[in-house]
C-alpha cells in the first residue's frame, strides 16, 4: 500500500537549497520527509503555488489517480494559495467542492482519503500568533464530517507547535531561522518567509501525520493495555 500527497509547496519535495544557496538549508514540505516515519512507500505529487483547481489542470491529481491501487492512501492538503482566489475557489465554495471532487475520486478508485487543513503561517504580533487561514481550514473540518474522511488537523498542530516552542524558538523551523543558528546569510525573500519550511519544520510536520494514519490504520491497538502494570495503589 503507498500513501500519495496532494498539495501545495509546503507539501512539495525539496528544492535541495536552491532558494539559500546552501544544501544544508533547503526549503521543502512536510511530504519530503514522510517517509522517514511511515514503512509504507511514499509518492509525493505535490507542487509549489498549486491550487485544488491547477492541481487537476495541469494533469497532477490526473497521474495520481492513475497510480491509486485499491488499499492505498491519498492525504489531501490545499488551501494556501485556493485562498488567493476567492471569487472561484471560496472556502465554502470552488474549494470544497474540488475537495469533495478529490474524495469521492480517490473512493472509486478503493483508495483512502484523508483530508488536512493547512499548516499555519508562523505570523506573531505582539506576542500572538495571528490565524492566517480564515475559514478554509473549518471548510475542510466540515467537508470530513460530512463525508465522513479523515481529517488530519495540521492547522491546530502547527498553531500548538509555534506557541510551545515560542516566538524565537519556532523560526528554527524555518530557513531563516536555521541559517540565523549557522550564522548565515539568506536574502530578503527567505529572511520574510514564515510559511515554507527547512528540515526541522518539514520532519516535525510529518512525524504528527504519520502517526495519525498509524493510529488510522489501528497500529498498536493489539497491544495488551500497560495500565494494569503502572497503576499504584
Not at 17 to 28: H, K, M, N, Q, V
Not at 83 to 94: F, H, R, V, Y
Not at 119 to 127: D, P, Q, Y
Amino acid at each position: 500500500m503507498t500513501i500519495h500527497l496532494a498539495g501545495d509547496s509546503t507539501v512539495a519535495p525539496t528544492d535541495g537549497g536552491a532558494a539559500s544557496g546552501r544544501p544544508d538549508l533547503p526549503l521543502l514540505g512536510w511530504g519530503d520527509e514522510l517517509q522517514r516515519f511511515t514503512a509504507e512507500p511514499v509518492q509525493n505529487h505535490a507542487k509549489g503555488g498549486a491550487t485544488t483547481e491547477s492541481f487537476r489542470e495541469e494533469g497532477r491529481w490526473d497521474a495520481l489517480a492513475a497510480a491509486l491501487e485499491p488499499g492505498d492512501t491519498v492525504v489531501i492538503q490545499f488551501g494556501h494559495n485556493d485562498q488567493k482566489e476567492p471569487e472561484t475557489l471560496a472556502a465554502d465554495g470552488g474549494y470544497r467542492d474540488r475537495l469533495a471532487a478529490f474524495v469521492a475520486e480517490t473512493r472509486a478508485a478503493g483508495a483512502r482519503p484523508v483530508l488536512a487543513t493547512s499548516v499555519e503561517r508562523r505570523m506573531f504580533h505582539e506576542g500572538a500568533l495571528r490565524h492566517s487561514h480564515g475559514p478554509y481550514p473549518a471548510a475542510v473540518r466540515a467537508l470530513g464530517k460530512e463525508l465522513d474522511v479523515p481529517v488530519v488537523d495540521l492547522t491546530a498542530f502547527t498553531r500548538w507547535l509555534y506557541t510551545w516552542l515560542g516566538e524565537d524558538e519556532s523560526a528554527a523551523l524555518f530557513v531563516h531561522g536555521a541559517a540565523a543558528d549557522l550564522r548565515v546569510e539568506v536574502d530578503e525573500q527567505l529572511r520574510g518567509d514564515n510559511t515554507h519550511y527547512t528540515t526541522a519544520g518539514a520532519a516535525a510536520v510529518a512525524r504528527f501525520v504519520a502517526e495519525h494514519l498509524h493510529a488510522l490504520d489501528g497500529v498498536g491497538d493489539d497491544q495488551e493495555p500497560l495500565g494494569k502494570w503502572l497503576v499504584r495503589p
